[in-house]
């Protein structure tokens, strides 16, 4: 059986994205598990290799269908923002923002192509995708709209060793993720978590849900969302035969052993715990797509970019997690 195509976007090219990108393309790890196909502009991805000191030999291609896997030449896709702005490493630009999302954009594409079976994402700076006046909270929604997904049936899945952390609500303040909080809201989520984790080989997955409230409000001492919100959700979601429990305390849930994957209600809940555990390893799985999409969750870097010091385990990870799938026309994988 061949190996499976993966597309990296290469982020941020004034980050570290571009690095780690390269160094994953280059890792035994990940050349052993699939075939790598970079997704950026080659100027930004050539100047990183020489700041690092790096030396790969680059085949650039207008389109992903021309991949020659048959050597040890990086493939890289050519996906330039159009304006052809000189990459100044470490800096904030809205140049930079534009061609963060142009590469993960061309990697979709080649996905929804059938030229890849799976996409990976470097980091992307917010602060520089906000200058070019792009609406953007996370990889989700983006993936969102570019495959054609309703934005409230795409949720965000960080993965770490045997871990998976499901957010309802992600890059919001928390006063509007306060307000999110739906039954329905929460029903999807939970419905969306069931259907991914099938997907992802899992025949009968179980899955544990967290409150809102310091210890899941106890009983409404601290707030009523989880007698209003969460159980009526997790109600539903059981009647429907769902394997669901919750709503747990969100400090102690992920101490709790016997799931496939924990449901979190705001950003914080998830990410402090997944980070102080896993930091250089953790990645992020958008579901609820038709795309299998990956992008780590850590940022870019600035101040280490083109020193050579960024280290590729979240990269690495997040690739080589979706390369175990074993039929990616069905998204069947070994989890």
Same mark, same amino acid.
């Given at each position: ?7 990296? @976007?290469? #982020? ?8 780690? $990108?390269? !160094? +994953? =393309? %280059?890792?035994?790890? &990940? ?63 809205? @140049?930079? #923002? ?8 061309? $990697?979709? !594409? +080649? =996905? %929804?192509?059938?030229? &890849? ?219």
């Amino acid at each position: 059986m061949s190996l499976p195509r993966i597309a990296i @976007a290469t #982020g941020d090219p004034a980050g570290i994205g571009p690095e780690i $990108a390269l !160094k +994953a =393309a %280059l890792d035994a790890r &990940v050349r052993n598990a699939c075939r790598p196909l970079l997704g950026g502009d080659p100027s930004a991805v050539s100047a990183h290799a020489r700041a690092t000191g790096l030396s790969p030999r680059l085949r650039v291609l207008a389109n992903a269908s021309e991949a020659d896997f048959s050597t040890d030449d990086i493939n890289l896709l050519d996906v330039r923002d159009g304006t052809n702005t000189p990459i100044r490493i470490g800096t904030v630009d809205a @140049a930079y #923002g534009r061609a963060s999302l142009a590469s993960a954009r061309g $990697a979709i !594409k +080649a =996905a %929804l192509a059938g030229d &890849v079976e799976a996409v990976v994402a470097a980091p992307q700076t917010e602060r520089s995708i906000a200058a070019a006046g792009i609406a953007f909270d996370g990889y989700p929604s983006f993936v969102a709209r570019e495959t054609g997904t309703p934005v409230n049936d795409v949720y965000l899945m960080i993965c770490f060793d045997q871990s998976r952390i499901v957010h309802a609500t992600l890059h919001v303040s928390v006063r509007e993720a306060v307000a999110l909080i739906t039954p329905d809201r929460v029903e999807r989520v939970i419905r969306v978590t069931d259907a991914s984790l099938r997907k992802l080989g899992i025949e009968r997955p179980k899955i544990f849900v967290s409150g809102l409230n310091p210890h899941a409000g106890e009983e409404g001492l601290f707030g009523s969302e989880e007698i209003d919100i969460i159980t009526p959700a997790i109600t539903r979601a059981a009647d429907a035969g769902i394997d669901i429990t919750g709503p747990f305390g969100a400090d102690t849930m992920l101490r709790k052993k016997g799931c496939d994957a924990y449901i979190v209600m705001l950003h914080d809940q998830g990410h402090i715990a997944a980070k102080l555990q896993a930091f250089n390893r953790t990645a992020g799985l958008s579901i609820g797509s038709p795309v299998l999409f990956s992008s780590v969750a850590h940022g870019s870097a600035h101040d280490i970019a083109g020193k050579g010091q960024a280290d590729p385990g979240a990269m690495i990870e997040a690739i080589t997690r979706l390369a175990s799938v074993k039929d990616h026309r069905r998204g069947r994988v070994t989890a």
